[in-house]
C-alpha cells in the first residue's frame, strides 16, 4: 500500500527519540562498554614501517611471558584465494580484507596489524607486544597518488594487473582498474564550446572520524560457537566476513549489535573481530579488543585523496556541451576506491550531451580505504561544483540559474546510463533560490557560494518483525543496527500502519541469530528498505487483525476495516459491532489464533536518488588565512521525512562534516610514510565553535516506491559542503583554491601569491 | 529486441568494447544467459557484479526483474554507500 497522499497521524511527527535517555544517561552499551567473566584483552602489533616484507615473526618470548593467553599471526588464518567472493554482503576480496586485518608477508602502511596477543590484562598484553621479534626488509614506500602510478614506483603488490584496459598488461602495477563512461562526443563538444574552464584539484584522505573507537568482545567456545559483541554498522556483515575469513560455519557464529557511537561507511568492514575469534579460539577465554584513536586513524579506512582534472565546455548562453573529468582515487595498501561512484556523481546533476570521464583506482602505502558518506562524490564534485562556479563567473551568470538551466530532471539521461525519473533536483535549486539566505545582503570582504551533490541511495535485502503485545503494545524488529534514528522511522511507520501512537510501538535490533538476513546499515538504505519491510510486517498484522475481529463478529473480512488502531465494522450491512481495539484483539489473541505478529524479510529495489544544495557564507582573515563560516543553509530532497528531526540531524551532520573536509581533515605524512597527525589535536574535525547553526531545508519529492515517499538522507548532505566553502571564498576573495584542505596555511599562501597581481592591477 | 546499454568499462572488456547490443530477452534471468553465451564471462560479471537500470530504476539485484522491448536496460557498476 502507499500512503504517501493519506492523511498521516505519526510520519512527519517529531516524537522523542526512543534512545535518547540511555544515551544521554551514559547508560546505552557500546562495544567498549561490553565485559563477560573470564574476560582477557587483545592487543594488536603494527607495523613500523609504511612498506616492508616480513621475514620472520618470532612470538616465543611474549608466550612465556606470565598472564599471556595467545598470540596469533596470519598463520593462523585460513589461506584465502586472491579473488572476489560473494556472502550476500556483494563483492569482496576476502584475500585482502584477511591481509588486512593481520599482514601475510608484507607490511603495507605504517600500523598494519602483523601480530596480536591476549592476556589477563591490558598491561601484560602491551609488555608481550614488545617481546615479540619481527624481522623487517624495509622497502621503497609510495604515498601520493599520482607518484604511485609512476612507472618508477614501488609496486605493493606483484600480482594486480591494472584491469579494465586492453590488452591486459603484463607487468604489475599500483593502478588496479581504470574506469571510463562515456556520452556523445566530448571532443566535438569541445570545439562547439563558446567558453572553456579547466581545473586540477587535490582532496586528501579524510577519516570518518567517528567518535567510537572499534571495539569488540568475542568468545570461541570449545563447542565451535561464537559470540561476537561489536558496534558496527552490519551485525550480519560482521557475521559474514568473519565467517568467511575464520573458515567458520555462519550457524555457529552469533552477531550481537550493540550501539554505535558513528561509523559514516567506515563501521561495514572488521578490524578486530577475526583477530579477537582467533585469540579466543586459541586462549579458550572470551577476549576483548578496542582501538585506540591512534590506532583508528592508522589502521582504519580514511576515504580516499585524490588528485582530478575537470574540463566543462558552454555556449555563450551557459548551456554546457561538453564535459570531461579525470580522476585518480587513493585506494590504501589494497584495491578498491570508490572510483566507480565518483565517475558517476560528479556529472549525474547535469544534461549534458557530451561527457568523458576516466578514473584509476590506485593503491599506495596507506591505511585501505573504506566508504565514507557517498563514497567518492564529495570528491569529484568538489572539482565539478568548483568549475561550474567558474564558468558562471565567466559567462556573468547567476550560479543557481546555471545550474538550473542545465539540471537534470525527470527524463535527463546521465552520462553513466540510466534516465533520471522522478527526481527533485529543480525544487531544491528553486528552494534555494527562494530562501532568504540566498537574498541576504553580505558585508564587504564576505562571500557567499552555493554547490550541489547527488546521490543515488539503495535498497537491499532486509528483514523486519512487527509483534503485538498481550497488552497491545508493540514490538517492531529490525535487522539494522541504528546509526541514524531508524529504531524511531522504523517504528513510525508501524504505529501509522496500525493506527496507534509512536509511542506504544518499541524498535529494537536483535541479534544476527534471531531475525532474517539484513544488509548492513549504509547507503541510506535502513529507513527506505528495512522501513518498507517493517510497513509490510505491519500490514500483515492489520490484515490478521481484520480477520480476528471478523471471528469475533462471525462476519466476512471484507466487511472489517482498520482504522486509527481499530477495527470496525466496513458499513451499516456488516452489522453493528462496538470496534475492537488492539488491546483487546490481543488480550482475545489465543482464542483467535495464537500470538499476533508477522516477520517480512525482502530486497528492496526502487530507492530513489537524492539531491541537494548548500549555501554557505564565509569571511577570510587575511593575516591568518582561516576561513569563518557565517551563515550555512542545506536544503536537501528528502522523499517524505518520517521523522523530521533525525533528517534535520543527518543534513546538519553531514553538512558538518564537510565543513571539516573543506577547511581543516587531512592526513599528514612524514618523510618516513608514517602518519604525523593521528590524534583529534592535530587532526583537526570541526567543534561546535567553528560551525554556525546549519539550517536544515527539507524538499520533500515523494519516491514513488517507497510506502511513505522516503528518499535516503545521510549521504547527500557531505556532498556539497567543500564546493560551496570554496566558491564562497572565491567570492569573497577572487581567489580560485583547487586543493583540500582549505586550511589557514593554504588560503594565506594563496592569498599572497596573487596579492602582488590583484595589486598591480 | 531490447537494447542494451554498457557505459562502463567493466563489462566493455567482455564485448570488445562496444556499447551497445541487441538482446532477445525480456528477464534479467534470460538476458544474462544471452549474454554469457555470447560473450563468455559477461553473464557472471553482469549477475555478480553489476547493477541494471531499466527504464531509469536502479536494480542492485535484478534477478526477478522483467523489461519490455522497449525498455531502457543499462548496466551500470553496483553502488555502495557510506
Known sequence: MNYVSSDLKVVGTRPIRPDGVEKVTGRAQFGADMRMAGMIWGKVLRSPHAHAK????DTSKAEKLPGVKAVVTAKDFPHIANEEAFVGEGPMNFRDLSRNCLAWDKALYEGHAVAAVAAATPAIADAALELIDVNYEVLPYVIDVEDAMADNAPVLHEDLFTAGVEPKPTKPSNIAKVVTFKKGDAEAGFKDADVIIEGRYTTKAVHQAYIEPHACLCWHNPDGQVMIYSSSQGHFMVRAYCSKLLGINIANI??????????????????????????SKKAGRPVKMQMTRDEVFRASGPTSGAT?????????????????QVLKYQAGAFPGSPIGPGCMCGFAMYDIPNVDVVGYDVVSNRPKVAAYRA???????????????????????DPIEIREQNGARNGTKTHYGPTHQNIGFLETLKAAKNHPHWQAPLKPGQGRGIACGFWFNIGGESSAGCHIGEDGTVVAVSGNPDIGGSRASIGMMVAEVLGVPAEQV???IPDTSSIGFSFLTGGSR?????????TQAAERVVEDLKRRAAQIWEIPVEAVEWKDGKAYPAGSNAGAFEPLDLATLALRAGRTGGPIGAEVSLNAQGAGPGFGVHIADVEVDHETGAVKILRYTAIQDVGKAIHPSYVEGQIQGGAAQGIGWALNEEYIYDKNGKMDNSGFLDYRVPVASDVPMIEAVMVEVPNPR?????????????????????NAICAATGVRLHDLPMSPPKVRAALDEVAPKMAAE | MTKVVITGSACQRFTGGRT????????????VLELEERFPGLGKQVEEGMAVAIDGEIFQDAYSAKFSPDSEVVLIPKIGGG
Open chain 1, 254 to 279: 552469533r552477531a550481537v549489535p550493540l550501539e554505535i557511537g558513528g561509523g559514516f561507511g567506515g563501521k561495514t568492514l572488521v578490524y578486530l573481530e577475526p583477530v579477537a575469534i582467533a585469540l
Open chain 1, 526 to 534: 535502513v529507513t527506505f528498505a528495512t522501513g518498507m519491510a517493517a
Open chain 2, 20 to 31: 551497445e547490443l541487441e538482446v532477445a530477452a525480456t528477464t534479467f534471468r534470460r538476458l
Open chain 1, 375 to 397: 563514497p567518492g562524490a564529495p570528491i569529484s564534485s568538489w572539482a565539478v561544483e568548483c568549475a561550474l562556479d567558474d564558468l558562471a563567473r565567466k559567462l556573468g551568470k
Open chain 1, 54 to 57: 616480513i621475514l620472520s615473526i
Open chain 1, 506 to 508: 518499541r524498535t529494537i
Open chain 1, 308 to 324: 582530478m582534472e575537470v574540463k566543462l565546455g558552454a555556449k555563450k548562453d551557459g548551456s554546457i556541451v561538453a564535459a570531461r
Open chain 1, 706 to 726: 517507497h510506502p511513505f515517499g522516503a528518499r535516503g538522507v545521510g549521504e547527500v548532505p557531505i556532498i556539497p559542503p567543500m564546493a560551496a566553502i570554496g
